[in-house]
C-alpha cells in the first residue's frame, strides 16, 4: 500500500478570493493527482462532517451531486463511503479524522467500480476552512514533487556555525583570564569566585550518555507527562542563559553602572532590568510556544543562548574525553535513529517519535533550532512545517571547539585548532545536508559531525607535533606567563 502526501487546494467565495493550503493523505494506487493547480479541477464542498456515510440513506437527497463531499471516519471502510459517495453523484470524496492522519489502506480488489478521488484530512483543517474562507467553498487535490533543497537549510547551518564559533570563542576567553589570574595572586580569588565552569572527567562522560539514553527512553513511554518537565527546564534553563550571555556584553558597556544595596549586597540597576527581561522573554515564549507564526524566532534566540551558555561553562579537560564523549553520543544517536526501528512494534525510530511527539502528541520539546520551510511542499503542510536541528548537534561538537580554542590559548598558536575545527563543522554540517537531500529522510548529523571535527582536530595536532599534549590536556599550564 503506498501511502502519499497531498495538498488540498481551497478557496472562498469573495473578491477577491481568499485561498488557503491544507495537507491530506491519498493512496497513488487508486488515484493520481495532477502535480501542479494548472490541471486541477475545481469542486463546490458540501460539508458533511455530521455524518459518517456509512449507508446512503445518511446523506440528504441530491446535495452530493458534482461536488466534493466531506464525511466523517467512522466504522464503515474508505472504499465502501466512496462507493456510497459516487453513487450519490460525488466527484470527490474527503474524510475528517480527529486522530492523527495515517495511510489509507482498503482492499480495492472488490471496488474496482470505485473511481473518484479519496483523500485524509484533519478535521481541524475543515474547521479552519470555514472560519477562514466561509461556507461556499471551492477545493481540488494536487501532489508536487517534494523540492530537492530547502533554504531554511541556510539559516540553520548559520545559526549552528554561529554560535559554535562564538561559544568556542567566549570559552577561550574565559580561560585566558584563567590564566592572568592564576599569573596574578591578587586577582586569583576575585576569579575564582566568578567561576562557574564545570569540567567533564571520562566518568562524568560515560555518566553523562547513559543519563541522556534513560532520558530518550523515558521519554518514549512517558512523552505526555515529561514534554511539560522538559519545557520548565527549558525555560527556566535559557532564561539564565540569556542572561548570562547580555550580562557578559553588558560589561564591556562603560555606561549605566549604578548600584543598589539589599542585605548587604550591591548589584547594578541595570543587571535587574536585564534579569526581568531574561525571564519575561522565557515566559513568553512558555505561554505562546505552539504560536507557528512567530514563537519559533523566540525559542531559537533563547535556544542560541543556552547551547552559548553550555559551551562556555562546561569545559572538556582533554582531547581523550571529547573522543569519549564525541564517539559514545555517535553511538547513541545512530542507535537511537537506525537500530531502534528494528525494535519498536510500530517501525519507527525512538529519536524520530520523541522529535515529532509520540502518539501525535501536539506538544514539542523545545530542544530544537527551528526554522520555517521556505518551499511549499505536501511535506511543508502535513508534518515538517520547520526544518530542524537539535540541540546536541550543536553543543556536543562545540565543546570540541571550546576545548581547541582554550588549547590554542594555553600554547599560544594561533587560533589554528580553533579555527580548523570549526571549519570542519561547517563541512560536517554541509554534509549533512547533502545526504538529507539524496536520501530524502531524517539523519543523525552526529555521523557527520563528529568524524569531521575529530579527525580534522588530530590532523591539526599530529602535523604540529603536538598530539601529546592535546590529548592530555591542560597539566602543562602551570608555566603560562603572561
Known amino acids: 500500500v503506498a501511502a502519499d502526501e497531498g495538498i488540498l487546494h481551497a478557496s472562498g467565495g469573495g473578491v477577491p478570493p481568499v485561498t488557503k493550503d491544507y495537507c491530506i493523505i491519498y493512496n497513488s494506487n487508486w488515484v493520481s493527482l495532477p502535480k501542479t493547480l494548472d490541471n486541477a479541477t475545481f469542486r463546490s464542498l458540501e460539508n458533511l462532517t455530521s455524518t459518517v456515510l456509512c449507508s446512503s440513506s445518511e446523506a440528504p437527497s441530491g446535495v452530493m451531486k458534482d461536488k466534493a463531499v466531506v464525511v466523517m471516519r467512522g466504522n464503515c471502510t474508505f472504499l465502501e463511503k466512496a462507493r456510497i459517495a459516487q453513487s450519490l453523484g460525488a466527484k470527490m470524496l474527503l474524510i475528517a479524522s480527529k486522530s492523527r492522519l495515517s495511510a489509507i489502506s482498503d482492499n480495492k480488489t472488490d471496488f474496482e467500480d470505485v473511481t473518484l478521488p479519496i483523500a485524509l484530512i484533519r478535521y481541524n483543517d475543515i474547521v479552519d476552512m470555514q472560519l477562514v474562507l466561509g461556507n461556499e467553498v471551492n477545493v481540488t487535490l494536487y501532489s508536487p514533487p517534494l523540492p530537492e533543497f530547502d533554504y531554511s537549510m541556510v539559516v540553520i547551518f548559520l545559526i549552528a556555525v554561529f554560535t559554535v564559533a562564538l561559544g568556542g570563542y567566549w570559552s577561550g576567553v574565559a580561560e585566558l583570564e584563567n590564566l592572568k589570574a592564576v599569573a596574578s595572586p591578587g586577582e586569583r580569588e576575585t576569579r575564582r569566585k566568578k567561576e562557574e ?98 514563537a519559533w524566532i523566540l525559542q531559537d534566540i533563547l535556544g542560541v543562548a543556552f547551547c552559548l551558555n553550555f559551551i562556555k561553562t562546561l569545559k572538556m579537560p582533554n582531547f581523550k574525553s571529547c573522543v569519549i564523549l564525541l564517539g559514545l553520543l555517535l553511538l547513541y544517536d545512530v542507535f537511537f535513529v537506525f537500530i531502534t526501528p528494528f525494535i519498536t512494534k510500530n517501525g519507527a525510530s525512538i529519536m524520530v517519535e520523541v522529535a515529532a511527539g509520540p502518539f501525535g502528541n501536539s506538544e514539542k520539546l523545545p530542544v530544537v533550532i527551528r526554522v520555517p520551510r521556505l518551499e511549499h511542499s505536501a511535506s511543508t503542510l502535513c508534518d515538517l512545517p520547520f526544518s530542524l536541528l537539535g540541540f546536541g548537534d550543536i553543543i556536543v561538537p562545540g565543546l570540541l571547539v571550546a576545548y581547541c580554542r582554550r588549547f590554542d590559548v594555553q600554547t599560544r598558536s594561533s587560533s589554528v585548532y580553533y579555527i580548523s575545527c570549526t571549519i570542519a563543522y561547517a563541512v560536517g554540517m554541509v554534509l549533512t545536508f547533502v545526504v538529507l537531500a539524496l536520501m530524502k529522510m531524517g539523519q543523525p548529523a552526529l555521523l557527520y559531525l563528529v568524524p569531521c571535527t575529530l579527525i580534522t582536530s588530530s590532523l591539526v595536532a599530529w602535523r604540529r607535533k603536538e598530539m601529546k599534549k592535546f590529548w592530555k590536556g591542560s597539566s602543562y599550564q602551570v608555566g603560562w606567563m603572561p
Open 197 to 294: 565552569n564545570v569540567t567533564f572527567t571520562p566518568v562524568t562522560v560515560i555518566l553523562f550518555v547513559v543519563i541522556c539514553c534513560v532520558m530518550l527512553v523515558l521519554l518514549y513511554f512517558f512523552y505526555k507527562w515529561l514534554v511539560y518537565v522538559i519545557i520548565s527546564v527549558f525555560c527556566l534553563a535559557s532564561a539564565m542563559s540569556l542572561y548570562n550571555c547580555l550580562a557578559a556584553l553588558i560589561a564591556e558597556i562603560p555606561i549605566g553602572q549604578c548600584r543598589v544595596t539589599c542585605c548587604n549586597k550591591t548589584i547594578e540597576v541595570r543587571l535587574i532590568f536585564l534579569a526581568v527581561f531574561c525571564i519575561a522573554a522565557a515566559v513568553v515564549w512558555a505561554v505562546f510556544r505552539n504560536e507557528d507564526r512567530w
